[in-house]
């Protein structure tokens, strides 16, 4: 079974611009979670969604968004970004709706300069 | 205080040493409990799993949980240079988010 997919790997984006990263989860998987990574502030949750509903909402600015499609896959967009937004963008995807059994794809390094 | 609290290390082995990792918690209604390792560059990877407290073996990895010390672990025997890497804990409650640790970063050398 193919593993939870993200694209780009890799962007780097100019200060106010935007940006839309990509995660399809794991085939049959129907929640899909999305964390931020960084070396000060570790994991930090972003957002959940289960069924193209959004389930839970972690302590960000409006500034971040996401939805999920009917197939599962799911979509965060960053706008107006800014320095601080350089992370590691990880989107991790669960066979139940419990959350507790979660797998990773390889995250989206996202570099704002 | 935070929720969770991991040691960042590093902490370095030798090649065939026991690890053991820890994480102490403060919120006693969390039931499960992952442990998750994450090598340089990639996404974390599910590595075991448990509900409330006891032990789980699987293979070279032992975890256990003590709820009334607040405290988890996870041991890995006969360590290899292929176990370097970050370990991250994570505990969770009911439907509500999962709470991650910081990591401790593992170094095993040969």
């Known amino acids: 079974k193919a593993g939870v997919t993200q694209t780009p790997r890799y962007l780097i984006k100019t200060r106010g611009q935007q940006v839309t990263l990509s995660c399809s989860p794991i085939?049959?998987?129907?929640?899909v979670s999305w964390y931020q990574q960084t070396p000060g502030q570790g994991l930090q949750f972003l957002f959940e969604?289960?069924?193209?509903?959004?389930?839970n909402k972690g302590n960000f600015p409006g500034r971040f968004s996401g939805r999920q499609f009917s197939n599962s896959r799911s979509e965060m967009n960053v706008s107006t970004l800014e320095l601080g937004d350089s992370a590691l963008y990880l989107c991790?995807?669960?066979?139940?709706?419990?959350?507790?059994?979660?797998?990773f794809g390889p995250g989206t390094r996202l570099t704002v300069t | 205080q935070k929720e969770v609290e991991q040691d960042p290390g590093p902490l370095s082995v030798p090649e065939g040493a026991i690890v053991s990792l820890n994480c102490t918690y403060s919120?006693?209604?969390?039931?499960?409990f992952m442990w998750y390792r994450q090598y340089s560059r990639k996404g974390p990877e599910l590595l075991m799993y448990?509900?409330?407290?006891g032990n789980k073996e699987d293979g070279r990895f032992t975890a256990q949980v003590d709820k009334s010390s607040k405290y988890i672990s996870l041991f890995i025997r006969d360590s290899q240079p292929s176990d370097s890497a970050t370990y991250l804990c994570a505990m969770k409650r009911g439907s509500y988010i999962p709470t991650f640790g910081r990591g401790t970063s593992l170094i095993v050398h040969p």
């Open positions: 969604y289960f069924s193209e509903t959004q389930r």
């Open positions: 448990t509900y409330s407290s």
């Open positions: 919120n006693s209604a969390f039931q499960y």
């Open positions: 991790a995807s669960s066979p139940r709706d419990s959350v507790y059994e979660q797998y």
């Open positions: 085939s049959g998987h129907r929640s």
